[in-house]
Protein backbone atom coordinates (compact mmCIF):
# COMPACT_ATOMS: atom_id res chain seq x y z
CA UNK A 1 0.00 0.00 0.00
CA UNK A 2 1.08 3.58 -1.03
CA UNK A 3 -1.01 6.56 0.74
CA UNK A 4 1.00 8.66 -1.82
CA UNK A 5 1.89 9.03 -4.74
CA UNK A 6 4.92 10.62 -7.28
CA UNK A 7 4.12 13.05 -10.17
CA UNK A 8 4.18 10.05 -12.46
CA UNK A 9 0.74 10.03 -13.58
CA UNK A 10 -0.76 9.86 -9.85
CA UNK A 11 -2.11 12.81 -8.87
CA UNK A 12 -3.82 12.16 -5.46
CA UNK A 13 -1.18 12.66 -3.77
CA UNK A 14 -2.41 16.17 -1.63
CA UNK A 15 -5.75 14.44 -0.50
CA UNK A 16 -3.66 10.83 0.68
CA UNK A 17 -1.14 13.65 2.24
CA UNK A 18 -3.96 14.42 4.83
CA UNK A 19 -5.21 10.94 5.19
CA UNK A 20 -1.91 9.70 6.31
CA UNK A 21 -2.42 12.61 9.32
CA UNK A 22 -6.25 11.63 10.21
CA UNK A 23 -6.47 8.12 11.40
CA UNK A 24 -9.41 8.10 13.62
CA UNK A 25 -8.83 7.66 16.90
CA UNK A 26 -9.74 4.63 19.07
CA UNK A 27 -13.17 4.99 19.78
CA UNK A 28 -14.85 5.35 23.04
CA UNK A 29 -15.18 2.04 25.42
CA UNK A 30 -12.40 0.12 22.41
CA UNK A 31 -12.52 -0.98 19.08
CA UNK A 32 -15.79 -1.29 17.57
CA UNK A 33 -16.63 -4.44 15.48
CA UNK A 34 -19.48 -5.52 13.11
CA UNK A 35 -20.36 -9.37 13.38
CA UNK A 36 -21.79 -11.55 10.47
CA UNK A 37 -25.29 -11.13 11.04
CA UNK A 38 -25.22 -7.40 11.18
CA UNK A 39 -23.91 -7.14 7.36
CA UNK A 40 -24.64 -10.05 5.85
CA UNK A 41 -25.85 -9.17 2.56
CA UNK A 42 -24.39 -5.85 2.64
CA UNK A 43 -22.76 -5.89 -0.87
CA UNK A 44 -26.50 -5.83 -2.36
CA UNK A 45 -26.76 -1.85 -0.67
CA UNK A 46 -23.92 -0.67 -2.33
CA UNK A 47 -24.51 2.03 -4.91
CA UNK A 48 -25.34 0.45 -8.23
CA UNK A 49 -22.51 -0.68 -10.28
CA UNK A 50 -20.07 -0.72 -7.20
CA UNK A 51 -20.33 -4.39 -7.46
CA UNK A 52 -20.20 -5.96 -11.04
CA UNK A 53 -20.31 -9.78 -9.20
CA UNK A 54 -23.08 -10.29 -6.35
CA UNK A 55 -21.30 -13.53 -5.89
CA UNK A 56 -18.69 -11.70 -3.62
CA UNK A 57 -20.87 -10.93 -0.45
CA UNK A 58 -19.65 -9.03 2.54
CA UNK A 59 -19.58 -11.00 5.78
CA UNK A 60 -17.78 -8.60 8.24
CA UNK A 61 -16.10 -5.70 9.08
CA UNK A 62 -13.83 -4.52 11.65
CA UNK A 63 -13.65 -0.83 12.73
CA UNK A 64 -11.13 1.13 15.65
CA UNK A 65 -8.36 0.15 13.61
CA UNK A 66 -5.52 2.67 12.69
CA UNK A 67 -4.49 2.64 9.23
CA UNK A 68 -4.77 -0.73 8.63
CA UNK A 69 -2.56 -1.81 5.12
CA UNK A 70 -2.50 -5.54 5.42
CA UNK A 71 -3.87 -9.05 6.53
CA UNK A 72 -2.42 -12.06 6.57
CA UNK A 73 -4.14 -15.52 7.35
CA UNK A 74 -2.20 -17.77 9.81
CA UNK A 75 -4.56 -21.46 9.43
CA UNK A 76 -2.66 -23.08 11.94
CA UNK A 77 -4.36 -20.19 14.57
CA UNK A 78 -7.10 -19.56 12.31
CA UNK A 79 -6.99 -15.85 12.98
CA UNK A 80 -6.16 -12.88 10.70
CA UNK A 81 -2.80 -10.47 11.74
CA UNK A 82 -3.82 -7.03 10.28
CA UNK A 83 -0.69 -4.29 10.23
CA UNK A 84 -1.50 -0.62 11.16
CA UNK A 85 1.27 2.15 10.31
CA UNK A 86 -0.86 4.25 12.95
CA UNK A 87 0.06 7.65 11.23
CA UNK A 88 2.32 8.59 8.03
CA UNK A 89 3.82 5.76 6.65
CA UNK A 90 7.60 6.74 6.37
CA UNK A 91 7.78 8.46 9.58
CA UNK A 92 10.13 6.60 11.51
CA UNK A 93 7.67 7.19 14.83
CA UNK A 94 7.77 4.05 16.74
CA UNK A 95 4.10 3.83 17.19
CA UNK A 96 2.90 1.38 14.92
CA UNK A 97 1.24 -2.08 16.27
CA UNK A 98 -0.26 -5.13 14.68
CA UNK A 99 -4.18 -6.27 15.66
CA UNK A 100 -4.65 -10.25 16.18
CA UNK A 101 -8.89 -10.59 14.83
CA UNK A 102 -10.74 -13.89 14.66
CA UNK A 103 -12.62 -14.25 11.35
CA UNK A 104 -16.37 -13.35 12.60
CA UNK A 105 -14.53 -10.19 12.56
CA UNK A 106 -14.08 -9.42 16.32
CA UNK A 107 -11.16 -8.13 17.39
CA UNK A 108 -8.75 -10.84 19.79
CA UNK A 109 -6.11 -8.60 20.19
CA UNK A 110 -5.80 -5.06 19.12
CA UNK A 111 -2.30 -4.17 19.94
CA UNK A 112 -1.03 -8.04 19.65
CA UNK A 113 2.60 -6.41 18.61
CA UNK A 114 3.04 -2.83 19.42
CA UNK A 115 5.83 -0.43 19.71
CA UNK A 116 7.20 0.22 22.65
CA UNK A 117 6.36 -2.56 24.33
CA UNK A 118 8.33 -6.11 25.25
CA UNK A 119 11.31 -4.34 23.30
CA UNK A 120 9.39 -3.89 20.09
CA UNK A 121 10.20 -1.13 17.51
CA UNK A 122 6.91 -0.77 14.78
CA UNK A 123 7.17 2.17 12.84
CA UNK A 124 4.68 1.85 10.34
CA UNK A 125 4.06 -2.28 9.17
CA UNK A 126 3.21 -2.53 6.13
CA UNK A 127 2.98 -6.29 4.36
CA UNK A 128 3.52 -9.52 6.38
CA UNK A 129 4.24 -12.56 5.59
CA UNK A 130 4.42 -16.00 7.46
CA UNK A 131 7.38 -18.69 7.40
CA UNK A 132 7.27 -21.52 9.57
CA UNK A 133 6.57 -19.75 13.50
CA UNK A 134 7.85 -16.53 12.39
CA UNK A 135 5.50 -13.32 11.25
CA UNK A 136 8.03 -11.17 8.88
CA UNK A 137 6.72 -7.43 8.98
CA UNK A 138 7.90 -4.50 5.88
CA UNK A 139 8.41 -1.92 8.50
CA UNK A 140 9.91 1.26 6.26
CA UNK A 141 13.16 0.28 5.35
CA UNK A 142 13.75 -2.80 7.62
CA UNK A 143 11.63 -6.41 7.69
CA UNK A 144 10.81 -7.29 11.79
CA UNK A 145 10.34 -10.73 12.34
CA UNK A 146 8.17 -11.84 15.34
CA UNK A 147 6.88 -15.06 17.03
CA UNK A 148 3.60 -15.30 15.32
CA UNK A 149 1.82 -17.36 18.56
CA UNK A 150 3.41 -14.61 21.27
CA UNK A 151 4.36 -11.51 19.25
CA UNK A 152 7.53 -11.42 20.44
CA UNK A 153 10.29 -9.73 18.87
CA UNK A 154 12.59 -12.41 16.90
CA UNK A 155 15.35 -9.97 15.23
CA UNK A 156 15.56 -7.75 12.28
CA UNK A 157 17.14 -6.94 8.84
CA UNK A 158 17.34 -3.73 7.49
CA UNK A 159 17.88 -2.50 4.22
CA UNK A 160 19.11 0.95 4.77
CA UNK A 161 22.84 0.18 3.45
CA UNK A 162 21.06 -0.99 -0.06
CA UNK A 163 19.34 2.43 -0.47
CA UNK A 164 15.71 0.89 0.89
CA UNK A 165 13.07 4.15 0.73
CA UNK A 166 9.66 2.26 1.27
CA UNK A 167 9.63 -1.71 2.25
CA UNK A 168 5.78 -2.37 0.75
CA UNK A 169 4.69 -6.20 0.72
CA UNK A 170 6.41 -9.58 1.74
CA UNK A 171 6.17 -12.87 0.37
CA UNK A 172 8.08 -16.32 1.10
CA UNK A 173 8.96 -18.78 -1.93
CA UNK A 174 8.32 -22.65 -0.98
CA UNK A 175 11.71 -23.11 0.24
CA UNK A 176 11.26 -20.21 3.02
CA UNK A 177 13.44 -17.16 1.07
CA UNK A 178 11.45 -14.07 2.52
CA UNK A 179 10.95 -11.68 -0.80
CA UNK A 180 10.04 -8.00 0.01
CA UNK A 181 9.30 -5.34 -2.67
CA UNK A 182 10.41 -1.29 -2.39
CA UNK A 183 8.08 0.73 -3.98
CA UNK A 184 10.84 3.41 -4.39
CA UNK A 185 9.09 6.58 -2.54
CA UNK A 186 10.52 8.99 -0.32
CA UNK A 187 9.47 12.52 1.24
CA UNK A 188 11.49 15.05 -0.12
CA UNK A 189 11.70 18.61 1.09
CA UNK A 190 8.40 20.55 2.25
CA UNK A 191 6.67 17.23 1.74
CA UNK A 192 7.46 16.97 -1.93
CA UNK A 193 6.47 12.64 -2.77
CA UNK A 194 9.32 12.02 -4.95
CA UNK A 195 9.58 8.50 -6.69
CA UNK A 196 13.71 8.05 -7.05
CA UNK A 197 13.72 4.49 -7.14
CA UNK A 198 15.26 2.44 -8.09
CA UNK A 199 12.58 -0.39 -8.18
CA UNK A 200 13.26 -3.40 -6.89
CA UNK A 201 12.39 -6.82 -5.01
CA UNK A 202 14.69 -7.44 -1.93
CA UNK A 203 15.29 -10.57 -0.54
CA UNK A 204 16.61 -12.25 2.78
CA UNK A 205 19.41 -14.24 1.77
CA UNK A 206 21.55 -16.68 3.76
CA UNK A 207 22.70 -15.37 7.46
CA UNK A 208 19.77 -12.90 7.22
CA UNK A 209 21.86 -10.99 4.80
CA UNK A 210 20.03 -8.35 3.09
CA UNK A 211 20.11 -8.47 -1.41
CA UNK A 212 18.78 -7.45 -4.00
CA UNK A 213 16.95 -10.20 -6.01
CA UNK A 214 16.35 -7.95 -9.20
CA UNK A 215 16.09 -3.72 -10.19
CA UNK A 216 14.00 -3.33 -12.79
CA UNK A 217 12.25 -0.23 -14.01
CA UNK A 218 9.47 -1.95 -15.64
CA UNK A 219 8.57 -3.04 -12.34
CA UNK A 220 7.35 1.07 -12.06
CA UNK A 221 6.47 0.75 -8.13
CA UNK A 222 6.54 -2.32 -7.18
CA UNK A 223 4.11 -3.32 -4.49
CA UNK A 224 1.99 -6.44 -3.94
CA UNK A 225 3.70 -9.26 -4.20
CA UNK A 226 2.36 -13.13 -3.47
CA UNK A 227 3.93 -16.82 -4.32
CA UNK A 228 1.74 -18.46 -7.22
CA UNK A 229 2.33 -22.19 -6.88
CA UNK A 230 0.85 -23.23 -9.94
CA UNK A 231 2.98 -20.61 -12.03
CA UNK A 232 6.00 -21.91 -9.87
CA UNK A 233 6.64 -17.65 -9.57
CA UNK A 234 5.68 -14.69 -7.87
CA UNK A 235 2.54 -12.24 -9.04
CA UNK A 236 4.04 -8.47 -8.40
CA UNK A 237 2.14 -5.33 -8.80
CA UNK A 238 2.63 -1.84 -10.16
CA UNK A 239 1.58 1.19 -8.01
CA UNK A 240 3.13 3.50 -9.91
CA UNK A 241 2.25 2.31 -13.51
CA UNK A 242 -0.76 -0.07 -14.18
CA UNK A 243 1.48 -3.43 -15.20
CA UNK A 244 0.32 -6.94 -13.45
CA UNK A 245 3.84 -9.15 -14.00
CA UNK A 246 4.89 -12.76 -13.56
CA UNK A 247 8.23 -13.12 -12.13
CA UNK A 248 10.84 -15.83 -11.01
CA UNK A 249 13.69 -15.62 -9.01
CA UNK A 250 16.70 -15.73 -11.50
CA UNK A 251 15.10 -13.47 -14.32
CA UNK A 252 16.57 -10.21 -14.54
CA UNK A 253 12.96 -8.37 -15.39
CA UNK A 254 9.70 -9.27 -14.59
CA UNK A 255 6.94 -10.48 -17.94
CA UNK A 256 3.91 -8.67 -18.19
CA UNK A 257 0.51 -10.74 -17.73
CA UNK A 258 -2.08 -8.30 -17.59
CA UNK A 259 -3.00 -4.21 -17.14
CA UNK A 260 -5.16 -3.50 -14.28
CA UNK A 261 -6.52 0.24 -13.76
CA UNK A 262 -3.79 1.84 -11.97
CA UNK A 263 -2.23 1.61 -8.71
CA UNK A 264 -2.41 -1.74 -7.94
CA UNK A 265 -1.73 -3.10 -4.26
CA UNK A 266 -2.93 -6.37 -2.86
CA UNK A 267 -2.16 -9.69 -4.52
CA UNK A 268 -3.47 -13.08 -3.62
CA UNK A 269 -4.08 -16.37 -5.62
CA UNK A 270 -7.06 -18.60 -4.87
CA UNK A 271 -6.89 -21.12 -7.20
CA UNK A 272 -7.98 -22.59 -10.66
CA UNK A 273 -5.61 -19.95 -11.88
CA UNK A 274 -6.99 -17.13 -10.38
CA UNK A 275 -6.23 -14.26 -8.91
CA UNK A 276 -7.77 -11.82 -6.61
CA UNK A 277 -6.29 -8.23 -6.88
CA UNK A 278 -6.56 -4.71 -5.38
CA UNK A 279 -6.69 -1.63 -7.00
CA UNK A 280 -6.95 2.03 -5.73
CA UNK A 281 -7.42 3.83 -9.15
CA UNK A 282 -10.76 2.88 -9.48
CA UNK A 283 -11.65 1.46 -5.91
CA UNK A 284 -11.93 -1.99 -6.65
CA UNK A 285 -11.30 -5.64 -6.03
CA UNK A 286 -10.82 -7.74 -9.23
CA UNK A 287 -10.41 -10.88 -10.32
CA UNK A 288 -7.53 -12.00 -12.34
CA UNK A 289 -7.62 -15.22 -14.38
CA UNK A 290 -5.05 -15.94 -17.27
CA UNK A 291 -4.71 -12.29 -18.73
CA UNK A 292 -8.40 -11.05 -17.84
CA UNK A 293 -8.92 -8.52 -14.67
CA UNK A 294 -12.35 -8.50 -14.25
CA UNK A 295 -13.72 -5.53 -11.33
CA UNK A 296 -15.86 -7.62 -9.10
CA UNK A 297 -16.24 -5.27 -5.96
CA UNK A 298 -16.07 -1.76 -5.82
CA UNK A 299 -16.63 0.85 -3.47
CA UNK A 300 -13.34 0.06 -1.98
CA UNK A 301 -11.57 3.27 -1.48
CA UNK A 302 -7.92 2.93 -1.10
CA UNK A 303 -7.87 -0.95 -0.99
CA UNK A 304 -4.47 -2.24 0.27
CA UNK A 305 -2.88 -5.69 1.15
CA UNK A 306 -5.38 -8.53 1.17
CA UNK A 307 -5.53 -11.65 3.24
CA UNK A 308 -7.65 -15.11 1.91
CA UNK A 309 -9.13 -17.21 4.69
CA UNK A 310 -8.16 -20.72 3.25
CA UNK A 311 -10.69 -22.46 5.64
CA UNK A 312 -13.98 -20.69 4.63
CA UNK A 313 -12.75 -18.65 1.17
CA UNK A 314 -13.05 -14.97 2.10
CA UNK A 315 -10.45 -12.57 1.77
CA UNK A 316 -10.40 -9.49 3.71
CA UNK A 317 -9.59 -6.44 2.19
CA UNK A 318 -8.44 -3.43 4.67
CA UNK A 319 -9.89 -0.46 3.40
CA UNK A 320 -7.63 2.01 4.31
CA UNK A 321 -9.43 4.99 3.44
CA UNK A 322 -12.01 4.27 6.34
CA UNK A 323 -9.37 2.33 8.55
CA UNK A 324 -12.08 -0.95 8.12
CA UNK A 325 -11.06 -3.69 7.05
CA UNK A 326 -13.90 -5.56 4.76
CA UNK A 327 -14.55 -9.03 5.47
CA UNK A 328 -15.94 -10.74 1.81
CA UNK A 329 -16.97 -14.10 0.71
CA UNK A 330 -15.65 -15.62 -2.04
CA UNK A 331 -18.16 -17.58 -4.19
CA UNK A 332 -18.10 -21.01 -5.65
CA UNK A 333 -15.93 -20.96 -8.73
CA UNK A 334 -14.64 -16.73 -7.76
Not at 43 to 62: D, I, L, R, T, Y
Not at 80 to 89: H, I, K, P, W
Amino acid sequence: MVWFTSGRGLAAAAVALVLVGGCRPEPKGGPKTTPDSAVTGAAKEMPEGSVENAGFSQVAAVTGLSGPESVRYDPAQDLYFVSNFNGTLTAKDNNGFISRVRPDGTIDSLKFVAAGRNGVTLHAPTGMAISGDTLWVADVQVARAFDRRTGAPLGSVSFAGLGAHLLNDVAVDPNGTVYITDTGIRLGANGAILHPGPDRIFRIGPGHRPQVAVQADTLDGPNGIAWDSAAGGFIVLSFEGKGIFAWTPGQKAPAVVATGPGQCDGVEPIGGGRTLVTCWADSSLDLLAGNRLTRVVGNLPHPADIGVDTRRHRVAVPVSARNTVEIWAIPEGG
